[in-house]
């Protein structure tokens, strides 16, 4: 009987260290630039940012990672567990599981702002915007306008764990390894486009999210470090990087677009305006030119009166075009 209890206590303390050891984090890999699996050219800008979310236990976090998958820095949140991104004129939308709500991140500090709180439901797991409304599923898909006021729902016997807008069809994100495809034209009847149907990169897939381009999502994998993915319409990869934490889920992009060379002011022409931002920027304290180098006009890796002389030059006295340093 003492050798059973003895056992019996053994294997108990054995069993709490085990739990207590799967709440720690894993330490985000050393992750090289140029020494990353990736499987083909990840297309991004040196100046975009990748967002994503991983969640453990009582814990959650929301990542900002440079275009090699490079951790810039994460944000920590006790009793949240944030899943799905939306992305909206730069402002970036995150949903969350353990309350049906969805907040609007500050992504200098961190700082989360309530947009979405509906308490006649238990959970978000996905966010997507059509270009005028918000949708959030709960088995059944809600709507809600720019304010976060509710537009509605449509019956929708789904669990969905993504969802996104591609510009004409709302896409979903199930745990069983589909994104599927849905008319939502009609709204509240959805359609749905069954040819269209398409595998993720993976069956472990969350969040989804569409640049414009390109869908993204993440891998959730207990215990082990997943993927971020890029892919297309079919579910073909373009990109992959090694997430910094395991239990991932949603993953989108802050992408900036290309840039017209000389172009100073933004307006993609060039003309006398950008002369004049480009000396209002260096000498009078104005704002800089997004990106810098688009004004770095000889190419020299570096933004001075040189560059001012070569836009003159060109505009007004038949010089060559101006010359960017390439990415
Ligand atoms: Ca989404
Ligand atoms: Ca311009
Ligand atoms: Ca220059």
């Given at each position: 009987m003492f050798l059973i209890i003895i056992l019996v206590l053994t294997s108990l303390t054995f069993a709490v260290r085990t739990a207590a050891g799967e709440n720690t984090w894993r330490q985000p890999p050393e992750i090289e630039l140029n020494d990353r699996p990736t499987e083909s050219p990840t297309g991004l800008a040196p100046d975009d940012t990748i967002l994503f979310t991983a969640n453990q236990e009582w814990l959650s976090r929301i990542y900002l990672l440079g275009p090699e998958g490079n951790v810039y820095t994460h944000y920590e949140y006790e009793f949240y567990r944030f899943v799905d991104f939306e992305i909206v004129d730069g402002e970036v939308y995150v949903a969350e599981a353990f309350a049906p709500r969805a907040y609007k991140v500050d992504l200098a500090t961190g700082d989360l702002e309530v947009f979405i709180d509906d308490w006649s439901l238990y959970y978000f797991y996905d966010i997507a915007f059509d270009g005028e409304y918000?949708?959030?599923?709960?088995?059944?898909?809600?709507?809600?306008?720019?304010?976060?006021?509710?537009?509605?729902?449509?019956?929708?016997?789904e669990f969905v764990a993504g969802s996104a807008w591609d510009g004409r069809y709302l896409w979903t994100m199930d745990d069983s390894g589909h994104a599927k495809c849905w008319d939502i034209s009609g709204w509240p009847t959805l359609?749905?486009?069954?040819?269209?149907?398409?595998?993720?990169?993976?069956?472990?897939?969350?969040?989804?999210?569409?640049?414009?381009?390109?869908?993204?999502?993440?891998?959730?994998?207990?215990?082990?470090?997943?993927?971020?993915?890029?892919?297309?319409?079919?579910?073909?990869?373009?990109?992959?990087?090694?997430?910094p934490a395991f239990s991932g889920w949603g993953?989108?992009?802050i992408l900036h677009d290309t840039f017209v060379c000389g172009d100073a002011n933004g307006d993609e022409i060039i003309n006398i305006l950008d002369i004049t931002f480009l000396i209002d920027y260096l000498y009078m304290g104005g704002p800089p030119p997004d990106p810098l180098t688009a004004v770095d006009v000889n190419s020299d890796g570096t933004v001075n009166i040189l560059d001012i002389t070569c836009l003159i030059a060109y505009l007004y006295d038949g010089g060559p075009e101006p010359n960017c340093p390439q990415d």
């Open positions: 918000f949708y959030v599923d709960e088995w059944d898909l809600n709507r809600y306008d720019i304010e976060g006021d509710k537009d509605g729902t449509a019956a929708f016997d359609t749905e486009i069954v040819e269209n149907t398409f595998p993720p990169p993976s069956p472990q897939c969350r969040g989804f999210w569409f640049d414009g381009e390109y869908f993204w999502t993440a891998e959730s994998i207990d215990g082990a470090l997943g993927y971020i993915y890029r892919f297309d319409h079919r579910g073909r990869v373009i990109a992959q990087w090694l997430a993953a989108a992009a």
